[in-house]
């Protein structure tokens, strides 16, 4: 199935950081996809949601590599109103994320938070590039290299 027919029968979606890198840094491969679910937030007719764990994930190699304005594109991205809400982490969040790590041990931290912010807003998928959140069942997760 491709990615724009699978858009077309969900209403909201969370982004992930490495779907963002790809779309910000206009990827080869992923970028396209990225786009096509990028386009359908800014129509308005996708919600789209992402979390504040996405910029401290995203910054730290541009700001290592001197690249202020790539570290400014993900900022403005995610802060100033391109038809993302960018969820703040709460309590509620970090609870579900301390359970999701002792249900899943093998996730991370950040990806156990970004997940239950997802959970939190009831998004219809999870959009990632890592295959093996697959495993997580609390919620759909979609996988870009699913579709290539």
Do not use: C, W
Not at 102 to 118: N, P
Not at 119 to 132: A, C, P
Request: charged share 20%; aromatic share 10%; no cysteine.
């Amino acid at each position: 199935m491709r990615l724009s027919r699978y858009l077309k029968n969900i209403s909201s979606i969370f982004l992930d950081t490495a779907p963002i890198i790809y779309y910000i840094e206009a990827h080869a491969e992923y970028g396209p996809l990225v786009s096509e679910a990028v386009k359908d937030f800014q129509s308005g007719r996708l919600i789209a949601y992402s979390s504040v764990i996405t910029l401290v994930e995203a910054l730290p190699k541009p700001i290592s590599m001197g690249n202020e304005s790539l570290a400014k594109d993900f900022s403005n991205f995610l802060t100033t109103g391109q038809s993302i809400t960018t969820l703040e982490i709460t309590s509620e969040i970090d609870r579900e994320a301390g359970r999701l790590r002792g249900r899943y041990t093998f996730l991370k931290t950040m990806d156990a938070i970004q997940i239950a912010a997802s959970m939190e807003v009831n998004t219809d998928v999870f959009f990632t590039n890592d295959v093996q959140l697959k495993k997580v069942t609390e919620i759909p997760v979609l996988v870009l290299k699913d579709f290539l």
